[in-house]
C-alpha cells in the first residue's frame, strides 16, 4: 500500500512527542507499507518531501502559514493510497487529500484544540483557524488513532459527531535499545551537574501544557540536596518565555545546584541525563499519553507526574513511579508535586525498584515495532472500507 505521512516535525526537526512518535512510527512502518513522509522544512530525501510556507506570508498569522503548507502538502499526494497525519498542523492537508484524491485519510490525535485553550495566547485569532482545521479534518476522518485511552474519551467528547467505532487506540511507543541505562557521566559534567548529588530532570517544551512553572514553584519546598535540572526550550510566546525567567531566576536564588539547559540535546546526552536523574518530573495540565516518561521508565528512571489524560495509562502509580492530582488551587497542586518528589528522592532503593520496574515495562508493552503493526493492519482495515 502507498502510504503518505503528513506531519510538521520529522528529524532533524523534531522539538516535541508528535516529532518523536513519526520518527520511529515511520522507521517501522517502511518494512510493512510502501511510505512517503511530507514534512516541514527545505528539500527532498529518500522518502521524505519537505514543504516550507509560501514567502509571501512570511508575516502572516501562524496558522494562514500552516494553511499554506497543507495545500503544497495535498498537491504533491497524488498516487498515495492512503494518507496519515499528525497534529493540526498537517490535518488540513489529509483533509483535502482525501477530497481531491479520493483517499482515506486516517488521523493520529496527539493533543486536541479544544483542550489547549491557552494556544490562544500563542496564535491570537489563528487558535479558531486551528481549532476549524482540526474539528474538520477530524470529524470527516475515516478513522481517527487516539494514543491512549484517555485520549480516545477526550476525542468524543470535544467531537461527539464522530461515529465511536471509527476511534481507536493506539498507544504511543518506546525504542527500548536506542532509550536505554547509560552510565556514562561526560553529559552531566559538559553541563556542570554533580553526578554525585542527585537531580530532578525535566525534559520538555516551554508552554503551559507542560506545567514548568508548577515545577519552578514546587522546586523551591523539595529537599536542599538535590539539584534541579531544567531541559526545556521552545517557548511557544514572549509571555511564557519570560514567565519562565523570572521563576528560574527565583528559583536559582533561592537554592543551589539549579541547571537551566535552554536548547534541544542529542537524544544520547538526553539518554545519559535520564539513566542519572533521582526522578523525571513531568507536571504536565493537559497531556494524552507523555512520551518523556516511557523515555525516562526505558532508562531505569522513576517517574513523578501528573494524574491527568493518558499519563496514568504508561506511569503505573507506586511501582514504577508517583502521580498526583492535578488541584484548582495551584498552591495544593504544586505541594503534591513537592511531596511526591521528596518521596523519592527520600527513598533511594524504592526509587531504584521503580526504575527497574519502570524499564521492564516499557520493554514488555510500548515496543515501536507493535505499534506499527497495529497502524499497518487498520490501514488494511480502512482500504477494504473504502
Partial sequence: ???????????????????????????????????????????????????????????????????????????????????????????????????????????????????????????????????????????????????????????????????????????????????????????????????SRPYVLFVGRITRQKGVPHLLRAARRIDPGAQVVLCAGAPDTPEIDREFRELYEELSRARAGVFWIPRMLPRPEVVQLLTHAAVLVCPSVYEPLGIVNLEAMACGTPVVASRVGGIPEVVDHTRTGLLVAPDDDSEVFEAGLAAALDAVLGDPAGARRMGEAGRERAVGEFGWDAVARRTAALYEEIRKQA
Fill in 1 to 195: 500500500m502507498r502510504v503518505a505521512l503528513l506531519t510538521r516535525e520529522y528529524p532533524p526537526d523534531v522539538y516535541g512527542g508528535a516529532g518523536v512518535h513519526v520518527e520511529f512510527l515511520a522507521r517501522e512502518l517502511t518494512s510493512l507499507v510502501d511510505l512517503e513522509v511530507h514534512c516541514w522544512g527545505e528539500g527532498r530525501g529518500v522518502g521524505v518531501v519537505r514543504h516550507r510556507p509560501w514567502s509571501a506570508l512570511d508575516d502572516a498569522n501562524d496558522a494562514l502559514r500552516t494553511f499554506s503548507v497543507d495545500l503544497s502538502v495535498a498537491a504533491a499526494l497524488r498516487g498515495r493510497e492512503l494518507v496519515h497525519s499528525h497534529t493540526w498542523y498537517a490535518n488540513l492537508a489529509g483533509h483535502l487529500a482525501k477530497l481531491l484524491h479520493g483517499v482515506p485519510h486516517v488521523v493520529t490525535a496527539h493533543s486536541l484544540e479544544p483542550l489547549r485553550p491557552w494556544k490562544a495566547e500563542q496564535l491570537g485569532g489563528g487558535y479558531a483557524l486551528s481549532s476549524w482545521a482540526e474539528r474538520t479534518a477530524v470529524e470527516a476522518a475515516d478513522a481517527v488513532i487516539a494514543v491512549s485511552g484517555a485520549m480516545r474519551e477526550d476525542i468524543l467528547a470535544c467531537y461527539p459527531a464522530l461515529d465511536p467505532a471509527a476511534v481507536h487506540i493506539v498507544h504511543n511507543g518506546i525504542d527500548t535499545r536506542l532509550y536505554r541505562p547509560d552510565h556514562g557521566t561526560d553529559a552531566l559534567t559538559r553541563h556542570g551537574i554533580d553526578p
